[in-house]
C-alpha cells in the first residue's frame, strides 16, 4: 500500500493483504475492514507509476467480495502531457459515491456492470466490467482502491445540512471487503483459452516419505506445455491439486499450491492421507 487518501478515520480503517479468506482466483486478496463514517470516502493507493495509453478504449475487470453495507469501487488517476491531473472513479453504485462529502475529488464517474456468470468455484465473489474512454496524450499514474457505506438515503453534502443530518452522516459503522484481482485490457474481446485436453502434464523427480500411520509426504517437479500448435503466452499460473477417493459420489478436496511464472512447478512435502487413489494437478 503505497498512499492513503480521505477523511480521517476514526478508529483507522486497515488495509491488509489477506491470506486466509478464499481468494478469487488463487494467492491472496487486498481486504479493507474497519469502521468508516456514513458519508466519509476512503481509498488507498495500489498502483503508482507512469503507462502510456492510447487513443481508443480500455475494459477494466475487478472482482470484489463484500457485506452488504459495504461498497469498493477504483479510481484511475492520469497525467496530461500539460501536466493536469484528472481522477476517473469506477463503481456499480456512482450514486452512492456522489452523494458523499468528498465526491469532488473525482472528476468523473464510470459505472461498472456485473459480468455474468459469475466464477463457480468462487460464490461470494462478484466480477465487474467497466469501459473507459482513454487518450494518447495521457498517462495512467495510479490506481487506488476506493471504499464507502452503502446509503438507503439521500446524505446531504453542503455546508448547510441540520444538526440531525449532521450526526447521522458522522456515525461509524462497520465496514468489510475484498479486492480479488485487476485486469486491464485494449480490446474488446474474451480470451480464449485453450482446452484442458490442450495441456500434456508431467511429473518428474518424484519422491515419496512416510509421515504417520495415515498419510505420506510427496515431492516432485510438475511442467506442462501446450500438445497443439497453437502457443499461448501467460504471465502466471495457478497450481491447485485436486485428491481423488476410491468413493466417486465424493467431491474431491481442491487446494491450491501456489503461482508459477513458468510452466514449471515444484511441490515439496505436499500430505496426501492414505484414503487418496490418485491426485489432479
Sequence with gaps: MLKY?????QPPVRTSINFKDDPYSGGDCVTVQGSLRQNAIFS?????????????YVHLFYSVNAEANSDLGLSLDF???????????????IVTFSRKKQHRLYSSYVQSDKVEPHAPDNQNWVIYRATVQSSASYTLIGINIVCTL????????????DESSEEDANRSWPYHASLGHISIRNMDENTQFPSAESWVTEGKYISWSNNS?????LSLKIS????TSHQASFMKYNIYVEK???????????????????????????QVPDEVTSLKF
Excluded at 497525467?79 to 453504485?93: G, P
Excluded at 465424493?250 to 501456489?258: E, N
Aim: glycine share 8%; no cysteine; hydrophobic share 35%.
Design 244 to 270: 481423488l477417493i476410491a468413493d466417486s459420489s465424493a467431491k474431491a478436496s481442491r487446494s491450491f499450491l501456489g503461482v508459477a511464472t513458468v510452466e514449471a512447478f515444484y511441490v515439496s512435502d505436499l
Design 150 to 161: 452503502k446509503t438507503s438515503g439521500k446524505i446531504n453534502s453542503e455546508a448547510d445540512e
Design 44 to 56: 488507498e493507493q495500489l498502483f503508482n507509476g507512469g503507462l502510456s495509453m492510447e487513443d481508443g
Design 213 to 217: 500411520n495415515t498419510s505420506k509426504l
Design 224 to 227: 506442462w506445455k501446450l500438445n
Design 5 to 9: 487518501t480521505g477523511d480521517e478515520v
Design 79 to 93: 497525467s496530461s502531457r500539460n501536466k493536469e491531473n484528472t481522477s476517473i472513479l469506477i463503481a456499480e453504485d
